[in-house]
């Protein structure tokens, strides 16, 4: 299992260009979330999925657009970037029990962003 | 609404000696589950213990362990004769049971260990 991939690895943007962030998972997990990693802040979560066809927002999902559907991929749109959206960004997936019980996430290695 | 806090932003022990990190949570709820995580200076974010919010006891697993304390709300942890491969910043996360799991993550721990 390759478990949760994301990519790129890298990117650099220009102020107001739009790019989309992959992330597949091979584990059949129902649930996926984006999260964005900055100092001193911790994860914060952009947007989440308990299935496919099914998404919600998190904490912080303004400039942020997701979808899924299907189970293993669940890419996130930045529509216009700002240098406020330079951060490192993790995909996350984990098993669910119909949405009743977390279980630990399984997390990508991570996408760091810089928008100039 | 839910909140994590890790008051200890930097810790730094010299090796062998013990270590506890401390995470104080909020909820509502009366079913939740806590987790800790560790991202080691590479970055990869790596899973170490789940917990649910029925089950208080203790729980030890090699060199570290976790004390459950609803009455406290606090999810700590401690390493016991830290190793240098321990260093990393260390995450404290809540999620409330039910449809959606809207996880939150504390702010973090990094932890130094010196040789």
């Known amino acids: 299992n390759a478990g949760v991939t994301q990519t790129p690895k890298f990117q650099v943007l220009k102020t107001g260009q739009s790019m989309t962030l992959q992330c597949a998972q091979d584990?059949?997990?129902?649930?996926m979330s984006w999260y964005r990693q900055d100092p001193g802040m911790g994860l914060r979560l952009i947007h989440y999925?308990?299935?496919?066809?099914?998404?919600d927002q998190g904490e912080v999902p303004n400039g942020y657009n997701v979808s899924r559907s299907t189970t293993e991929d669940f890419p996130l749109r930045l529509l216009s970037a700002a240098p406020s959206q330079t951060s490192v960004y993790f995909c996350?997936?984990?098993?669910?029990?119909?949405?009743?019980?977390?279980?630990?996430?399984?997390f990508g290695p991570g996408t760091r962003l810089t928008v100039t | 609404a839910q909140k994590v806090t890790q008051a200890q932003t930097e810790i730094s022990v010299v090796e062998k000696e013990d270590v506890t990190l401390d995470c104080v949570y909020e909820?509502?709820?009366?079913?939740?589950?806590l987790f800790w995580y560790k991202q080691p200076p590479s970055g990869e974010l790596v899973f170490l213990i789940r917990r649910n919010s029925f089950d208080e006891q203790n729980e030890i697993s090699g060199r570290y362990s976790w004390n459950f304390q609803k009455s406290t709300s606090s999810f700590n942890f401690t390493i016991t004769a830290s190793q240098v491969v321990d260093s990393a910043v260390y995450f404290c996360?809540?999620?409330?049971?039910?449809?959606?799991?809207?996880?939150?993550f504390g702010p973090g721990t990094r932890l130094s260990v010196l040789p």
């Open positions: 999925s308990v299935g496919a066809g099914i998404t």
């Open positions: 996360a809540l999620s409330e049971a039910g449809y959606g799991q809207n996880f939150v």
């Open positions: 584990m059949n997990h129902e649930y």
């Open positions: 996350a997936s984990s098993y669910s029990e119909g949405g009743a019980s977390p279980y630990e996430q399984y």
């Open positions: 909820t509502r709820d009366t079913t939740y589950y």
